[in-house]
């Protein structure tokens, strides 16, 4: 069974940043395809970022159109942690973010970013 830990979350005035983290334990991370969602208030659990491996390394990322040129995903295969740099933060991130391994997902982290 694949546990996951994020952490990095909290409050932040627009234009901040901060980095999200995905622990990951009981799989081979380097395996497995990582994916950031985030759910705000009111609105359904939404796609923000994936990263897939091969050969241990990153083989590509994928971004929502929303965070496209601001967030950042990527892992670390040593420490079985995947990562979202998040840049330039808007209010409308504001969002209980989640990382998801297969079928398995996080406890999620809030980011809450202020105006």
């Known amino acids: 069974q694949v546990q996951l830990v994020e952490s990095g979350g909290g409050l932040v005035q627009a234009g901040g940043s901060l980095r999200l983290s995905c622990a990951a334990s009981?799989?081979?991370?380097?395996?497995?395809?990582i994916n950031w969602y985030r759910q705000a208030p009111g609105k359904e659990r939404e796609f923000v970022a994936a990263i897939s491996w091969r050969g241990g390394s990153i083989y590509y990322a994928s971004y929502a159109d929303s965070v496209k040129g601001r967030f950042t995903i990527s892992g670390d295969n040593a420490k079985n942690t995947a990562y979202l740099q998040m840049n330039s933060l808007k209010p409308e991130d504001t969002a209980i973010y989640y990382c998801?391994?297969?079928?398995?997902w996080g406890q999620g982290t809030q980011v809450t970013v202020s105006s």
């Open positions: 998801k391994m297969g079928g398995d």
């Open positions: 009981g799989r081979t991370f380097s395996l497995a395809d």
